[in-house]
């Protein structure tokens, strides 16, 4: 005797879609985030040692719409945002790893990227004369030590934070987000269309990856699916 209702419908598997477990509102708001993205201004940290620090560059850098961030691992302390801080925002970004720098500048000069790193020493111009009108990616160093003497030899230039008060130097968070926020202002200012620069299928995909990082349960949802 054969058998009938839903019980013995074959199943067909449906793709899901991450768009259907969003508001409008939720994807409005992630359409104007990746419409302002930015992969042309990066930030390249120089072997950092303390986890705060690291989670507050990542947080200024995605709060001001720069995608990328290139790390050059500290052997003695493992890049270990520390979460309290982050927030959760170092899922929304593309964090590279490297061992060394020179591995690191073999990439972004692939690119078409000049290197500036952070650095106070006889030749070194302002913050406020640089431009950000082409691929830039800007090198903040250890907190203790600065950047490394590998990273001088090898970058296009270097720069320094203008001071106006009795204090000389900036903690590196506090100097990342001063450096960020002048770029990001620079590029709105003086470029059609402001910062963000992803061309449509690059802003496409990184789109529908936000789509799915915003939903909460999408690791049962989308575990399955191709």
């Not at 991450?18 to 990746?34: H, T």
């Not at 964090?95 to 990227?113: N, P, Q, T």
């Amino acid at each position: 005797m054969s058998g009938g209702g839903p019980r013995y419908e074959r199943f067909e598997k449906v793709k899901v879609e991450p768009e259907q477990f969003l508001l409008d509102v939720r994807k409005e708001k992630i359409d104007r985030v990746v419409s302002q993205r930015t992969r042309n201004f990066t930030v390249v940290l120089d072997r950092l040692e303390d986890s705060f620090n690291m989670a507050a560059v990542l947080r200024t850098c995605e709060s001001m719409g720069v995608q990328e961030v290139h790390v050059v691992i500290n052997p003695e302390a493992p890049f270990l945002p520390n979460s309290r801080v982050a927030q959760g925002c170092d899922k929304w970004l593309d964090v590279k790893l490297y061992k060394s720098f020179a591995e690191c500048r073999e990439h972004l000069k692939s690119r078409g990227f000049q290197l500036y790193a952070s650095a106070i020493r006889e030749g070194a111009t302002s913050l406020y004369t640089l431009r950000f009108d082409t691929k830039v990616a800007i090198v903040l160093g250890n907190e203790r030590f600065g950047v490394s003497d590998d990273v001088l030899n090898a970058v296009d230039g270097t720069f320094w934070i203008p001071m106006r008060g009795f204090s000389q130097s900036l903690n590196i968070s506090a100097a990342a987000s001063a450096c960020i926020s002048r770029a990001i202002a620079w590029r709105d200012e003086h470029l059609e269309g402001g910062s963000g620069d992803l061309p449509p299928e690059e802003a496409q995909a990184l789109r529908e990856r936000f789509y799915v990082l915003a939903i909460k349960q999408r690791k049962r949802l989308f575990k399955k699916q191709p």
